[in-house]
């Protein structure tokens, strides 16, 4: 009897604190998350139906700060991506199934800005390509298979 006593106050605690986490629920808004109505700053968490991680995030006063990290359902680690109050700022990168890096891209203030590189899935770069403030600029580059230059250009 005891044991049956102790069973039912346990479930009827979880089920309370079920109950109020899905009061607290981080709801999102036309880009803005909020939490009880109000922009959330905090960590979040963002799972695949079978519970495994998808994103991780910060937000500050409802909006992404900081990196933003994507997950395949395998689990493995697909993009960092970095931002400044909502905005595209600071490097991102994106990686293959492998965990090759096949891409490496920068912004500033939503803007496109400084090196950007492209790789093939075995980790040899395709492309070198340059920024600022949204333009091209400077020479860029590509290469074969082999990582060997085979054009370039000036902007």
């Known amino acids: 009897m005891k ?3 102790y069973y039912f106050l346990i479930t009827g605690f979880i089920l309370s604190l079920s109950f109020a986490a899905a009061g607290q629920a981080i709801e999102e808004k036309e880009g803005i998350y909020y939490k009880e109505g109000k922009p959330y700053t905090g960590s979040l968490t963002e799972n ?3 519970g495994k ?3 991780e995030l910060f937000l500050k006063e409802g909006m992404k700060n900081g ?3 994507i997950y395949s359902e395998t689990g493995q680690l697909t993009e960092i991506r970095s931002f400044k109050m ?3 700022h600071g490097k991102w ?3 293959n199934e ?3 890096k096949t891409s490496l891209a920068g912004y500033k203030n939503g803007q496109k800005e400084g090196k950007w590189m492209i790789w ?7 492309y070198m390509l340059y920024y600022s403030k949204g333009n091209k600029t400077g020479t860029w580059k590509s290469f074969n298979d082999r990582g060997e230059l085979v054009n370039q250009r000036k902007y």
């Open 98 to 100: 492998e965990g090759i």
């Open 53 to 55: 991680l998808k994103t």
């Open 93 to 95: 990168f994106v990686f």
């Open 67 to 69: 990196k933003v990290k």
């Open 3 to 5: 044991k049956v006593k």
């Open 120 to 126: 093939n899935d075995n980790g040899t770069l395709l």
């Open 86 to 88: 909502n905005e595209m």
């Open 48 to 50: 695949y139906p079978d």
